[in-house]
């Protein structure tokens, strides 16, 4: 029996679970393809939507998008589908931020500040707008954050005292003990060995081990930064162990991958599509797709252990990222996007895809699909390719969502403008 939905979301990074949503909560009956998990666990886990223009800093994003071309996703969307973007996340996402238009100053693990619409509650305390002083924890097992460097980076910016230390991990972990490893025994408040007397060893609950291990350190510091680690499941408790024996506010510095904070928010995305009722395929990939009579898209093909299997359905939503995820392709011949042959524009000489500096404006950073308002792809006499097929998030063009810090802000709001589109054209 075919598989029949009314909408097909193609993509489960951000832009294809908020589209998901977005449709399964306007009543349509969703289907999201996937060919690997979530890349929210990958990410940050902040929600950018705005953090520069041509390379100044932006501090309201909704005094800025007007000023964005006429090409640009927001534009397309317009302030209304960026502020729904927003609601949607806040409705899923236990995160601070939404209290302002404004955009809140983050500390990095580099040590540099990045302008961010909503971060995790546990980044809160250590905004850089709060002048409180500062002492920045790492550990010799997290190679990633170096503390007194990070430290060192911050004070060039901020107006309050900011020391670093790199402390050993208390415990007999692996030197190589993955992040997550150390997150868990935070949870579980394990019991770790803190040293001997008279022969006989003696442990401690890590949390307080940790405590101890710090409080020397602490000096007239108001807040204690640490790499976002501090538990998986139990966060909170984690956090407020801490904050007990230290007596002063802790935070969490959002990590690279594998992130934390992006786990935790996946975790959040997945409970809210279970209860909206998307059902979710994921372990292979979209490789092709059937058309009806009369043109439109009628059926996505997923390969399986090299069977072609169709997924039916009456909207279809592309949200499979962009060059980094392979939802655009390039090769000798040009650049493509692989499922649907959409067109994707570049110039055709490869010289001119990029600059030579590493933070120039590179052609390729805004390469992607073209769309007009109703967020359908368009080829090259500016005609939708498909009357019911839409595109989301990274797959589009003409943004360089890194240059400005607006990746999560797009797939958002064209994720929710693009699910509800897709679902009134089902349910009128
Ligand atoms: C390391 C990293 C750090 C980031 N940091 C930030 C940050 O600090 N702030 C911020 O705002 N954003 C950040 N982002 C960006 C953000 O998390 C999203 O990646 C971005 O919003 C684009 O989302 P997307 O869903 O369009 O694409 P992706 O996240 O790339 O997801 C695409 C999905 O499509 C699937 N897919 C691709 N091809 C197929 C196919 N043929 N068939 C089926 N499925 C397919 C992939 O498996 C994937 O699940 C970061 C991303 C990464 C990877």
Redesign the pocket.
Known sequence: MAIEDDVVV????????TTALSAAREGSRVRL????????R???????VLGYVEGEIVSNPFETISALPDEHPYQKVGEDGVRAGLALFDSVADYAGDHTDRNALVPTFGGRI?P?ARYPKHTAPGLASDERDTLLVGFETVVDFDAPVAAEHLRETVPFDVRGVTLSFPGEFRTDAKITRLAHALDKNERVEIGSSENVSQSEPVRIALAEKIKPHLGDAERIGFPAMLGEDHPEDVRATLERKLDVEVFEI?M??P?LP?MRLEAQFESALKEAGVRITTG????DFESGDNGEISAVV?ERNGAAIPFHGEQFVL????L????IDSDREGVRE??FDCRVPAPEDRYEWSEDGAFDNHAFARFGVQVDDELRPLDSAGEPEFENLRA????LGNCD?SAE???????LSTGTVAGRKASDEVNP
């Open positions: 193609i993509g489960g990074g951000l832009a294809g679970m393809l996937s060919h690997k998990e979530s890349t929210l990958f990410a940050s886990g902040l929600i950018d990045k961010t959002p690279g991958p992130s992006g292979n990939p979209v490789v997923v949200a499979t990222g962009g980094v995820g392979k939802g692989p499922i989301v998030g990274g797959v969502v810090k607006s990746a999560s802000g797009v797939s």
